[in-house]
């Protein structure tokens, strides 16, 4: 059994990503925290593998709780759940240690899809949000002469976020052999074999 904790200072939103995520088989909702320091406070009495975080809290914000929570419990998997898609609120999350960014908007399937992948070793994001992620990390290389077309810089962006070809394919809606053909050239244009040693070469440069 995956055990989740939601932190949502809004009662009935929270009540509805609970049954939403109990749904789920092999899941289970081991509690609801309304702040950052209620959450913290059971967080041994109440210990979860997976924990969905609003960023705009009372008291302690989000951002603040993911910080603690990667000291605290390393291991954790951590998820946020917000309105806020600016590019502040998203960077921050995810440099603060959030593996994955989904919008309160998102459909109750997207929810248990994206619930499932972060348990799965994935890192969800709404589809809005990866966008936005891609984009950064595209304006970033564009600064670099490597001989990629905009489409590649797209994948190779999407790679180094962790994700899967079929997500990559899903996000740009083409197939995932096309997918597959564009990493290929990736790593022919880059001297590459590996999707690892494509990503540090990207980061290095």
Known sequence: MTNVSIVEDHIEFGLVLRDIINAIDGFNVRGIYNSAEDMLSKIYVQPADIMLIDLRLPGMSGIELIMKLKVILPDAKLMVCSTHNDNDSIFEALRAGALG????????????????????????????????????FHESVLKIDNGLSFREQEIIALLAQGTSNKEIADLLFISTGTVKTHVRNIYKKLHVTNRISAINKIKKN
Do not use: N
């Not at 399937?109 to 809005?128: H, Y």
């Open 101 to 136: 960014y989904l919008l309160k908007d998102s459909t109750t399937v997207q929810v248990q899809m994206a619930i499932k992948e972060l348990r799965d070793g994935g890192s969800p994001m709404s589809p809005f949000i990866a966008r936005k992620v891609v984009c950064a």
